[in-house]
C-alpha cells in the first residue's frame, strides 16, 4: 500500500511538472481583455540608440539580444483618455477611445466585441481621419495570424492643405523566441508582432503627393499589456521626404 501510495505521488507530481513545464512554454496569445489599451493606461517608454544593425529575424525560437542598446535618457508618456477630452475629438466619428502621447499628438481607436481599429491619427503636422478604419488587431492574436485592412479618409498636413488618404495596414505574428533588453535581462516566451503600414497622401487636387511606409516590430511577454521592446521604421517619399528609425523599450 505505501509503494503503491508513493507510485502515484510520484505520477502526481510529475503530471503537476509537466503542467507547469507546458504553461511556461505555451505560446503567448495576446487577448482583447489583456493587451486591448483602456481608458487610463499610461504606457512608459525609453527610447534607446544603437550603433549596429538590429536583429528583428523572424521564426520560432529566435534570440532578440538588444544588450547593447544605449539609453538617450529620453523618455516618452503615453495615456489613454476620453474622445470628448481631446481638443478635436468630436470630429472622429465612432472613435472611442484616444491615446494622448503628451507632445501635442492624438491617436484615435474604435474597440469592439472582436477587433481594435485606428480612426484617425491628429499631430502639429498632419490630421488623417479615416471614415473606412484600419483594423489593427482581430482578437486573439498568436503565431502565425495575420490581417491587412485597407483604410481611407481625409487628410490635411500643416493645416492648410487638404485631401485624401489611403492605404493598407498588416499585422502579422511572425517570431517567438526569447528577449534580452538592456541590462542583460532576458525574457522567454515572447511573440514579435510586425506592424507594416503604407499611406498614399493625395493633397491640394492632386498638386501635392507623397507616400509614408512604416514598420514596427514588437516585442510582447505574457507580464505586460504593452510591448517589452519595440523597433520602429519610417520612410517617407514624395513631397514629404524622410527616413528614420526608433528603439523604444517598456519602462
Not at 68 to 95: D, K
Not at 124 to 145: H, R
Given at each position: 500500500?505505501?509503494?503503491?501510495?508513493?507510485?502515484?505521488?510520484?505520477?502526481?507530481?510529475?503530471?503537476?511538472?509537466?503542467?507547469?513545464?507546458?504553461?511556461?512554454?505555451?505560446?503567448?496569445?495576446?487577448?482583447?481583455?489583456?493587451?486591448?489599451?483602456?481608458?487610463?493606461?499610461?504606457?512608459?517608454?525609453?527610447?534607446?540608440?544603437?550603433?549596429?544593425?538590429?536583429n528583428n529575424a523572424s521564426g520560432t525560437n529566435q534570440v532578440w539580444n538588444f544588450s547593447a542598446l544605449t539609453?538617450?535618457?529620453?523618455?516618452?508618456?503615453?495615456?489613454?483618455?476620453?474622445?470628448?477630452?481631446?481638443?478635436?475629438?468630436?470630429?472622429?466619428?465612432?472613435?472611442?477611445?484616444?491615446?494622448?502621447?503628451?507632445?501635442?499628438?492624438?491617436?484615435?481607436?474604435?474597440s469592439t466585441v472582436t477587433q481594435y481599429e485606428i480612426v484617425g491619427i491628429q499631430d502639429p503636422n498632419i490630421?488623417?481621419?479615416?471614415?473606412?478604419?484600419?483594423?489593427?488587431?482581430?482578437?486573439?492574436?498568436?503565431?502565425?495570424?495575420?490581417?491587412?485592412?485597407?483604410?481611407?479618409?481625409?487628410?490635411?498636413?500643416?493645416?492648410?492643405?487638404?485631401?485624401?488618404?489611403?492605404?493598407?495596414?498588416?499585422?502579422?505574428?511572425?517570431?517567438?523566441?526569447?528577449?534580452?533588453?538592456?541590462?542583460?535581462?532576458?525574457?522567454?516566451?515572447?511573440?514579435?508582432?510586425?506592424?507594416?503600414?503604407?499611406?498614399?497622401?493625395?493633397?491640394?487636387?492632386?498638386?501635392?503627393?507623397?507616400?509614408?511606409?512604416?514598420?514596427?516590430?514588437?516585442?510582447?511577454?505574457?507580464?505586460?499589456?504593452?510591448?517589452?521592446?519595440?523597433?520602429?521604421?519610417?520612410?517617407?517619399?514624395?513631397?514629404?521626404?524622410?527616413?528614420?528609425?526608433?528603439?523604444?523599450?517598456?519602462?
Amino acid at each position: 500500500i505505501i509503494t503503491k501510495h508513493l507510485t502515484m505521488r510520484k505520477i502526481y507530481l510529475s503530471i503537476i511538472a509537466a503542467t507547469i513545464a507546458f504553461t511556461a512554454n505555451a505560446q503567448l496569445t495576446l487577448t482583447k481583455a489583456f493587451n486591448e489599451p483602456v481608458l487610463g493606461d499610461v504606457n512608459t517608454k525609453e527610447i534607446y540608440d544603437s550603433v549596429a544593425v538590429l536583429n528583428n529575424a523572424s521564426g520560432t525560437n529566435q534570440v532578440w539580444n538588444f544588450s547593447a542598446l544605449t539609453s538617450s535618457s529620453v523618455t516618452e508618456v503615453s495615456t489613454f483618455t476620453t474622445v470628448a477630452s481631446t481638443p478635436s475629438g468630436s470630429s472622429f466619428v465612432g472613435a472611442t477611445l484616444a491615446e494622448d502621447d503628451g507632445q501635442g499628438g492624438y491617436t484615435y481607436y474604435k474597440s469592439t466585441v472582436t477587433q481594435y481599429e485606428i480612426v484617425g491619427i491628429q499631430d502639429p503636422n498632419i490630421t488623417l481621419n479615416f471614415t473606412n478604419t484600419a483594423v489593427a488587431a482581430v482578437w486573439p492574436v498568436t503565431m502565425g495570424y495575420s490581417n491587412t485592412d485597407v483604410f481611407s479618409g481625409s487628410a490635411v498636413a500643416g493645416g492648410t492643405l487638404s485631401g485624401v488618404a489611403t492605404g493598407t495596414t498588416t499585422t502579422s505574428a511572425i517570431g517567438t523566441g526569447t528577449l534580452i533588453v538592456p541590462g542583460g535581462a532576458s525574457f522567454t516566451n515572447i511573440l514579435q508582432i510586425k506592424t507594416t503600414q503604407y499611406v498614399e497622401l493625395d493633397l491640394a487636387m492632386g498638386f501635392i503627393t507623397a507616400t509614408v511606409q512604416t514598420t514596427d516590430y514588437n516585442y510582447y511577454h505574457g507580464t505586460q499589456k504593452f510591448p517589452l521592446l519595440t523597433v520602429s521604421y519610417s520612410d517617407a517619399q514624395g513631397a514629404f521626404t524622410n527616413t528614420s528609425a526608433s528603439i523604444k523599450v517598456n519602462n
